[in-house]
């Protein structure tokens, strides 16, 4: 870029930094969320609440499909490794 580009874009600066940390903030969730330790706990947690009568076997089969898609997603995922 051009130093006349670069001196109109300065003020969005802050926005275009924003962006950049929620964006990174979405990628460190959504890893978490795929953590197969956090998705066990879930289907723990699942089952429990049906043992308990707090939801309905409907529900608790949508979830369950739910958060096993998401281990086999990630089982079949490749891993990044850094070195």
Known sequence: MGLFTELLLLP???VRGV???TE?????ADEE???PGVVRARLV???????????GIEEFEREEEKLLDLLEQRQAAPRAYIN
């Open 12 to 14: 969005l600066a802050p």
């Open 19 to 21: 962006m950049w940390v």
């Open 24 to 28: 990174r903030m979405a990628e460190a």
């Open 33 to 35: 969320l795929r953590d």
């Open 45 to 55: 947690a699942l089952n429990e609440a049906l043992e308990a009568g707090e939801i």
